[in-house]
């Protein structure tokens, strides 16, 4: 079993569990103290078939819960990535091929290796979004990835 910590410059910081069993779960801790839990497909890294957003009472009652008694042995050991990662905002224009489509019709994090973190939208925020949420004309997807991930990302989503 492995975590791996991801700074999100400008939203926080993602935790990417392997369990021993393959499964793939990834918390999100914003910069505000929100979190967010995504249960991903085994079979496809980009499908998160679940999120579960948590205030940050919430995640402490959360954390209390299951938290193992002490054993004298780390059950966790964190692998702090060194990577120089970019946060952009791309935008959905009424040219995207992807605008009325599903977030996971892109492919994102397969195809680059970028994530899509949030959408914004003029009616608030998404934050997390799972792979049903249907893109729209005007959308703005918070991306984070390194450069070339994030910039291979904007042509795709541009049409390219």
């Known amino acids: 079993m492995t975590t791996r910590r991801t700074p999100l410059p400008g939203v926080g910081t993602q935790y990417d569990l392997q369990t021993r069993a393959g499964r793939h779960i990834s918390v999100v801790v914003h910069q505000d103290g929100r979190r ?24 402490s009652a959360l954390a209390e819960l299951v938290r193992p008694e002490p054993t004298g042995v780390d059950a966790l050991r964190c692998v702090e990535l060194e990577l120089d990662l970019v946060t952009e905002r791309i935008g959905i224009d009424p040219k995207s091929p992807y605008r009325g489509r599903p977030l996971g019709d892109t492919r994102a994090r397969t195809r680059t290796g970028a994530s899509i973190v949030a959408v914004l939208r003029r009616t608030g925020a998404e934050p997390a979004p799972g792979p049903d949420f249907r893109l729209e004309t005007g959308d703005t997807l918070v991306v984070v990835g390194t450069r070339e991930g994030v910039s291979d990302l904007a042509d795709i989503i541009a049409g390219g």
């Not at 967010?36 to 995640?59: K, M, N, R, S």
């Open 36 to 59: 967010f839990i995504g249960f991903y497909d085994p079979d496809d890294p980009d499908t998160c078939q679940a999120t579960v957003p948590l205030e940050p009472e919430e995640a």
